[in-house]
């Protein structure tokens, strides 16, 4: 099976930065993409940076210029690094992989999530 590992998350003041970081471990598989989405309180999960295996992104209207993704393919990990954060951005971050594994065949993968809180 394929398993997502989180780490990151935390308090920061509004105009503050976080680096999360998502790998993902076991064997016979291929990522095709990797994401983080969020939820915050009263809503619904969105999509906030995706990456392609070829290293295409795409970022949520609300955090583009802020946000940024990337990954290291050497490694299986994704990052998203957080710059000027604002209260709004607060939820719990979730890590995300479209992944094909080679027994199972292709599903999405989560990481168990990590919150993200910006003070004002």
């Known amino acids: 099976q394929v398993q997502l590992v989180e780490s990151g998350g935390g308090l920061v003041q509004a105009g503050g930065s976080l680096r999360l970081s998502c790998a993902a471990s076991?064997?016979?598989?291929?990522?095709?993409?990797m994401g983080w989405y969020r939820q915050a309180p009263g809503k619904q999960r969105e999509l906030v940076a995706g990456?392609?295996?070829?290293?295409?992104?795409n970022y949520a209207d609300s955090v583009k210029g802020r946000f940024t993704i990337s990954r290291d393919s050497a490694k299986n990990t994704v990052y998203l690094q957080m710059n000027s954060l604002k209260p709004e951005d607060t939820a719990v971050y979730y890590c995300?992989?479209?992944?094909?594994?080679?027994?199972?065949?292709?599903?999405?993968?989560w990481g168990q999530g990590t919150q993200v809180t910006v003070s004002s």
């Open positions: 076991g064997s016979n598989f291929i990522i095709h993409s």
């Open positions: 995300n992989a479209d992944i094909l594994h080679l027994v199972t065949g292709r599903n999405d993968y």
């Open positions: 990456i392609a295996s070829g290293g295409n992104t």
